[in-house]
């Protein structure tokens, strides 16, 4: 049973104009929720953060929402750029410490 | 900035061998995690660990085991490879548990063929 879903496997972008990656989760208990971008043949590099105490956490380009009672999360890049395409992972904190991952959402941001 | 190394970046093994994957560390960290990466499942757990010595199964650990002798140093063990464990593995640290200090840092992974 999925409990961090990334429903859309991959998503198209101009370059310019936003990008929009949609998390969702099953668990009311997570209260820490990581963004990690990956490029092909290296590993997850982290990209933001958010707690339950906060709905918004921005870093430059990047900026992530969190709707606790909907039990989504979003990722905002404005403007997207060629640079950012990538493979784009959400992730919660779970009771042990660990981190679970969602499948991912492949970004194409196009010149 | 931290540094996980794994020890190769590609492998080929054949069916029935035993394989190891080492995984290092450089900044001290307590935790230490292995996880594999296959297309449209996503990043799962294998294993990880909290301190030396101590191992705790993730989602996924069924034919693979984990050695931690020192804090630097986590090893992935498959006891006899199948074709279903060729995967790219992932090795990642983070500086303990609790809030803010999950933020993990992976290294280049280890692209596995089980032929």
């Known amino acids: 049973d999925q409990q961090v879903k990334q429903n859309s496997p991959s998503l198209s972008v101009q370059e310019g104009r936003i990008s929009i990656l949609n998390c969702d989760y099953t668990?009311?208990?997570?209260?820490?929720f990581l963004w990690y971008k990956k490029y092909p043949a290296e590993g997850p590099t982290f990209l933001i953060s958010?707690?339950?105490?906060?709905d918004k956490n921005e870093d430059g380009r990047f900026t992530v929402f969190l709707n606790k009672s909907a039990k989504h999360l979003s990722l905002h890049i404005v403007p997207s750029q060629p640079g950012d395409s990538a493979v784009y992972f959400c992730?919660?904190?779970?009771?042990?410490?660990?981190?679970?991952f969602g499948k991912g959402t492949k970004l194409s941001v196009k010149p | 900035d931290v540094k996980v190394t794994q020890s190769s970046r590609y492998l080929v093994k054949r069916t029935g061998e035993k394989v190891f994957l080492e995984c290092v560390q450089d900044?001290?960290?307590?935790?230490m995690f292995w996880y594999r990466q296959d297309p449209g499942l996503g990043l799962r757990l294998i294993y990880f660990?909290?301190?030396?010595?101590?191992?705790e199964k993730g989602d996924i650990p069924e034919g693979y085991s984990v050695s931690r002798e020192k804090k630097e140093r986590f090893s992935l063990i498959l006891e006899s490879a199948s074709t279903n464990q060729t995967s790219m593995y992932l090795c990642?640290?983070?500086?303990?548990?609790?809030?803010?200090?999950?933020?993990?840092?992976f290294g280049s992974g280890t692209q596995l063929s089980v032929l």
């Open positions: 990642a640290s983070s500086l303990s548990r609790g809030f803010a200090n999950e933020k993990l840092f």
């Open positions: 668990n009311s208990m997570f209260d820490y």
């Open positions: 958010i707690s339950s105490i906060k």
């Open positions: 992730a919660a904190e779970g009771s042990q410490g660990n981190l679970i």
């Open positions: 900044m001290d960290h307590e935790n």
């Open positions: 660990s909290y301190d030396v010595k101590m191992k």
